[in-house]
């Protein structure tokens, strides 16, 4: 994208968390102010002033990620000189796919594998300063803390006991690195890890757990402040147990990550979990992809075995979920086409809400314009299509609704590293 720096005023903006029609003032490329379209002001426009009327359409901030397990068939736990070259070209893709930032998400692998790549993710996130590309923003470990009963498709010859020794172990050096750990809280009684993570900045989501309500409550008394993709990997909700879902759910310190893909958890399920956490409150979409992120259905390789991708969902051999191949904002548009969300919520489940979840803010004034996403719902068939804002661009700024696309195609090669 070309620099912007013709002064614009979008106006006739629906924006989450604000009522009503708005206008949005940009100067250099930057959004400086949002008023309501009712609002009075004096002004002298400025000279080349461009005026930008979106017709009600809705504007957000991109979304930001907080599972993701690889793309384009770079499996983050693999990362090595041989294929970091890929890692500039995933957050490419990704920012295609209208995500600001995300969590490279480490699935329970060996200790060498782990500081491997924390090493890798911890020089890109030094160096690179592109624009126009999803940042990262620390690094996620789901695992290798988890409960064997409730590992999933994590491997179980790599699963470790949760001490502060080894946790020291497996992070090493790279405490700056890492923004989130997926742990489970029943594996330390005594609640010291949680404290300990927590003393270094690191974000503690509970999941792959058999937690009870107390020793959910317990850990979230501890410091704890995040679920790990609800409903899967821990005990379902239950009248007499809530167990860990139940009391996230009732806790206003907590959010909960989930995926909404129709296959890992239910659309009932989902509008349950959604109306009890009041829709926008304690939530947030995660895509969970895999590395086929980008690539067609079929079979690929993780780790030593193979995963097979139906529908954009990933299974092992014997049935067990282990992800999808789904951006991020395919959520988004599953919510408000299975009727569960209004599209601000929708929304705001995968731009807002993680950004909360892990502290940013989310302030479009001060934000370019080219982090903008457009939003443009057919009410007739419930379908939310979305770009990124381009005024250089009219296809996204002239009304023309049927040309907003989800995403761009994907590739149909074989999954091989074609991209170097």
């Not at 736990?77 to 995300?102: Q, R």
């Not at 892990?358 to 299509?385: Q, T, Y």
Request: aromatic fraction near 8%; charge should be neutral; include cysteine.
């Amino acid at each position: 994208m070309n620099t912007i720096t013709t002064p614009i005023d979008i106006i006739n903006a629906r924006v989450p968390g604000y009522k009503d029609l708005q206008m949005l003032l940009i100067s250099d490329g930057i959004v400086q102010r949002i008023l309501s379209m009712g609002t009075i002001f004096k002004r002298v426009p400025p000279d080349n002033l461009q005026v930008i009327d979106v017709k009600g359409d809705w504007l957000s901030l991109g979304g930001v990620d907080l599972q993701i397990n690889g793309g384009l068939c770079l499996a983050f736990p693999d990362l090595s000189s041989d294929n970091a070259y890929l890692l500039p070209k995933i957050s490419e893709f990704l920012w295609n796919n209208g995500v600001d930032g995300y969590l490279p998400t480490l699935v329970t692998t060996s200790v060498e594998n782990i500081q491997r790549a924390l090493a890798f993710f911890a020089d890109y996130i030094k160096l690179n300063n592109t624009v126009h590309t999803a940042k990262i923003l620390g690094v996620h470990l789901e695992g290798p803390f988890l409960n064997y009963q409730k590992r999933g498709a994590h491997p179980a010859e790599y699963l470790l006991p949760l001490t502060i020794d080894e946790v020291k172990r497996v992070i090493g050096d790279y405490t700056h690195t890492v923004k989130v750990i997926t742990l489970a809280p029943e594996l330390d009684p005594t609640g010291e890890v949680i404290e300990y993570l927590r003393s270094k900045n690191i974000i503690v989501s509970l999941g792959h757990s058999q937690a009870t309500a107390a020793q959910a409550c317990f850990a979230f008394e501890n410091g704890a402040t995040m679920v790990t993709h609800a409903f899967n990997a821990m005990p379902p909700l239950h009248h007499r147990e809530p167990g860990l879902l139940g009391t996230a759910i009732t806790n206003p310190n907590v959010m909960c990550g989930f995926i909404a893909d129709g296959q890992h958890v239910s659309p009932i399920m989902l509008d349950i979990l959604l109306r009890a956490s009041n829709y926008d409150k304690g939530l947030f979409l995660v895509s969970d992809a895999l590395a086929p992120l980008g690539f067609p259905d079929g079979t690929y390789p993780w780790d030593s075995r193979e995963i097979e991708v139906k529908n954009g969902t990933a299974f092992l051999p014997d049935g067990t979920l282990s992800g999808t191949t789904l951006p991020l904002l395919v959520g988004v548009q599953n919510l408000v086409k299975w009727g569960i969300c209004d599209v601000e919520k929708a929304i705001k489940l995968a731009t807002s809400a993680p950004r909360q979840a892990i502290g940013l803010k989310n302030i479009i004034p001060g934000a370019a314009i080219s982090n903008l996403l457009r939003w443009h719902i057919d009410e007739v068939n419930s379908e939310l299509n979305w770009q990124r804002f381009n005024p250089l661009n009219p296809r996204t700024c002239g009304g023309l609704k049927n040309t907003l696309s989800c995403s761009p195609p994907s590739t149909r090669r074989a999954c091989t590293h074609m991209f170097k």
